[in-house]
C-alpha cells in the first residue's frame, strides 16, 4: 500500500515538473532549437550531399548572401548553409557524448569522495586539484597536440578536461547535505552510509549537476569549436562549425557571412542547451517553485 | 581551529599538488613534447645532436632530470623561447602584465553589471526585467568567445568606420606611433596605470581604447554567469527565515536587502569570480590571438604555432601555480564569509 502511494506521489511530481516546463516559454522555445539541430545532425547527409565540403569552386567564390547562396559562399566557392547543415552532426554529437561519459565518471568519483571523506576524499581532491590547476583549454590542447589531431583524441582531451568540475561540484553537494539534519538523522537511526547516499543524499544531490549538465552540453560545444577554431578539431575539410569560422576569420572585413552564420549556428544551439538547463533548475529545485 | 592555522595548514596542502603538477608538465614537456625543439632546426648538424642532448642532460636517466627541472623550475631558467625571441623568463616578465591589465578591466566590467543585473532579476522576480536578464545572461553563457571577438572587431574597427562615425583600434595594446611621441616609463607594466602614473593622459586613453574590446568580449560571458548566480543565491536568502524576521523587525527594506541578504548571498559570487580571476590570468587564448593583445594567451598561441615546447609548458606551469593560488585564497575567504564550513 504504501508502494504504491509513493509511486502516486512520484507520477504527481513528474507531471507537475512537465507542466512547469511547458509553462516556461523559454524553455519550450529551447528546446524547439535543440530538436531542430538534433534533427539536422541526424537528417544533415541526407538532404545535402556530404561530399559537397570536398568539392572546391573558385569562380564561386566569396559570394555574398543571395537568392542562390542564401548565406553567401566561403573562400572555396563552397555553400555556407549546407556546410552548417553537414556540420551540425559533429557539433551535436561531441557535445552530448564528452558531457555524458564526463557526469558519469565526475557523479561517480565525487560522491564517493565526499561521503566517504578522510584520506580517500583528500586523495582524490588533490589529484582533481592537479589537473584542475592546469587552464582548460591549454591542457584540452597539450593533450589534442600530443595525441594527434583526431575527433576521437578532442573527445578525450574534453572528457579528461570536464569529470573533475563535475567531481568537485557533486563532493561539494554531497557535503552540505552531509551535513544537514536529516542526513544526521538518518544516521542516527542507524541507516548504513550507502543506504543514505543513494536514497537521501544522491536525490538532493543530482539537481545541480542535472542542470549543469544540460547547460554543459552547450559549453562543450564551445569549447569543441573553439578547439577546432585554433586548428585542433577534425581534418580540414570535414564540415565544422568552428573552423568554418576560422576560416572566416581571415576575410572578415572582406567577407563577414563566412564567420558570422556558422557563429550563429553554434550560438543558437548553446543556446537552446542552457535555456532548457535553466528552466531545469527552476522545476528540479523544490525550493524555487515556491 | 583559528583561520590563520587553516591557512597555514591549506599552504602546506598545496606542496603535493605543486609537485603533482611540476611531475605532470615535466612528464609533459620531456616525453609528450621534444624538449630538443627549442635548439634543434632542419640545418642543425646531425653530429651536433648528442652534444646538445648531453649539454641539456637529456641523457640523464629520469629522476635526474626531473631534478634538474625542479632546480631550472626555481632558479627561472625556463630556456629559450621561439616564440617570443628571447628567454622564457623574459617573454613571461614581458607579456604577463598585460594580461593582468586585461583581467583587471575585464572582471571590473563583469562585476558592474553584473551584480546589479543580479539583484534586480532577484527583486523582480519573474517579471519582465527578470526574464530580460536571464535571456542576456544565457546568451552571454552560450555565446562563442572567437566569433563575438571577430563580430566585435568588424562591427567597431570597419563597420563603424565605413559609415564615417568612429573606430576603435582593432588589434595590439597600444599605437606604436603615438607610443613614439608619448613614451611611458614602465613601472609595473601596467600600461594604462604606468601613462596614469606618470600623467600621460594621451596614452592612457588610447591603451584603454586598445583594451576595451578585448576586455568586453571577454567580460561578454562571464556577467551572464555573475547575474545568475547573484539571483539565485539572493532568492536564496531572501527566503531564509532571518530575513524575514529582518523585515518583520520593521528594518527598511534598502538594510535588509544590501546590509542582510547580499552580504550572503555574495558568497558564491565570490567563489565564482575568484575562479574566473585565476582562469583569465591564465590568458585568454582566443580572444588576445583574435585581438593580437600581446598577453600570455597570444604568447602561448603562437608557442603552439611554434611549437615551441620552453614556452607552452612555462606558460602551463605558471598558470597551474597563480590558479592553486587562488583556488586557496577564495577558500579562505570563503571560510572566513561562511563561518558554518568546517575545516
Known amino acids: ?290 | 581551529m583559528k583561520l590563520y592555522e587553516y591557512a597555514v595548514r591549506r599552504l602546506f596542502m598545496l606542496v603535493p599538488v605543486v609537485l603533482g603538477v611540476t611531475i605532470l608538465t615535466f612528464y609533459l614537456s620531456r616525453v609528450v613534447l621534444d624538449p630538443l625543439a627549442a635548439y634543434v632546426t632542419e640545418r642543425t648538424p646531425a653530429y651536433l645532436i648528442p652534444a646538445i642532448r648531453r649539454q641539456l642532460g637529456l641523457d640523464k636517466p629520469f629522476y635526474i632530470q626531473y631534478i634538474y627541472y625542479l632546480r631550472d623550475l626555481i632558479t627561472l631558467n625556463w630556456g629559450w623561447s621561439k616564440a617570443g625571441h628571447m628567454s622564457v623568463a623574459d617573454a613571461i616578465a614581458t607579456f604577463f602584465p598585460a594580461t593582468v591589465e586585461l583581467t583587471i578591466v575585464s572582471i571590473v566590467i563583469t562585476l558592474l553589471i553584473g551584480i546589479p543585473l543580479g539583484i534586480i532579476s532577484a527583486l523582480r522576480n519573474n517579471k519582465i526585467e527578470d526574464h530580460a536578464s536571464r535571456l542576456f545572461s544565457l546568451v552571454g553563457i552560450s555565446m562563442p568567445v572567437f566569433w563575438l571577438g571577430l563580430s566585435l572587431q568588424y562591427l567597431f574597427t570597419y563597420w563603424t568606420r565605413v559609415q564615417g562615425w568612429f573606430a576603435l583600434p582593432s588589434t595590439g595594446r597600444y599605437d606604436p606611433i603615438l607610443f613614439a611621441s608619448h613614451p611611458v616609463q614602465r613601472i609595473t607594466g601596467l600600461l594604462i596605470l604606468d601613462s596614469l602614473i606618470q600623467g600621460n593622459f594621451v596614452m592612457a586613453s588610447d591603451a584603454f581604447l586598445h583594451i576595451i574590446l578585448p576586455a568586453i568580449t571577454l567580460a561578454f560571458l562571464n556577467i551572464g554567469v555573475v547575474t545568475r548566480l547573484t539571483r539565485s543565491s539572493m532568492l536564496e536568502v531572501l527566503r531564509q527565515d532571518y530575513i524575514t524576521f529582518a523585515k518583520s523587525y520593521g528594518l527598511p527594506q534598502r538594510i535588509v536587502i544590501y546590509k542582510y541578504a547580499l552580504k550572503n548571498a555574495m558568497i558564491p559570487v565570490v567563489t565564482s569570480t575568484g575562479l574566473m580571476i585565476g582562469g583569465l590570468l591564465g590568458g585568454a587564448i582566443m580572444t588576445e590571438s583574435i585581438f593580437a593583445f600581446p598577453g600570455m594567451g597570444w604568447l602561448s598561441y603562437r608557442a603552439i604555432i611554434f611549437n615551441d615546447s620552453n614556452t607552452i609548458m612555462a606558460y602551463v606551469v605558471l598558470s597551474a601555480f597563480i590558479f592553486v593560488l587562488v583556488n586557496l585564497i577564495v577558500d579562505l575567504i570563503y571560510a572566513w564569509l561562511d563561518p558554518r564550513i568546517k575545516y
Open chain 1, 1 to 290: 500500500m504504501k508502494k504504491v502511494n509513493e509511486w502516486e506521489l512520484k507520477k504527481k511530481e513528474i507531471s507537475y515538473a512537465l507542466w512547469l516546463f511547458s509553462k516556461n516559454k523559454l524553455v519550450v522555445f529551447g528546446s524547439l532549437i535543440v530538436v531542430f539541430y538534433t534533427i539536422l545532425a541526424i537528417i544533415g547527409p541526407l538532404i545535402v550531399d556530404p561530399r559537397i565540403s570536398e568539392q572546391v569552386n573558385l569562380s564561386n567564390a566569396l559570394k555574398p548572401p543571395s537568392s542562390q547562396h542564401i548565406f553567401g559562399t566561403d573562400d572555396l566557392g563552397r555553400d555556407i548553409l549546407q556546410l552548417i547543415v553537414l556540420g551540425a552532426r559533429f557539433d551535436m554529437s561531441i557535445s552530448l557524448v564528452v558531457v555524458l561519459t564526463a557526469t558519469l565518471i565526475g557523479v561517480a568519483i565525487g560522491s564517493i569522495s565526499g561521503y566517504i571523506g578522510g584520506k580517500i576524499d583528500e586523495i582524490i581532491m588533490r589529484f582533481t586539484d592537479i589537473l584542475l590547476a592546469f587552464p582548460g583549454l591549454i591542457f584540452a590542447m597539450g593533450l589534442t597536440m600530443a595525441l594527434g589531431r583526431s575527433t576521437v583524441n578532442l573527445f578525450l582531451a574534453l572528457t579528461l578536461v570536464w569529470w573533475t568540475g563535475y567531481a568537485r561540484i557533486m563532493r561539494g553537494q554531497v557535503l552540505s547535505e552531509k551535513e544537514k539534519l536529516y542526513v544526521q538523522a538518518a544516521k542516527s537511526l542507524g541507516i548504513p552510509d550507502f543506504l543514505i547516499l543513494f536514497k537521501h543524499v544522491f536525490p538532493n544531490a543530482i539537481y545541480p549537476i542535472l542542470v549543469l549538465a544540460t547547460m554543459d552540453i552547450g559549453g562543450v560545444m564551445l569549447s569543441a569549436a573553439g578547439l577546432s577554431f585554433i586548428g585542433l578539431g577534425p581534418s580540414p575539410f570535414e564540415p565544422e562549425w568552428g573552423q568554418l569560422i576560422n576560416r572566416g576569420a581571415s576575410y572578415l572585413f572582406m567577407a563577414p557571412w563566412i564567420m558570422f552564420f556558422p557563429g550563429l549556428a553554434v550560438l543558437t544551439a548553446s543556446l537552446g542547451f542552457n535555456l532548457i538547463g535553466d528552466g531545469l533548475r527552476d522545476v528540479l529545485d523544490p525550493r524555487l517553485r515556491r
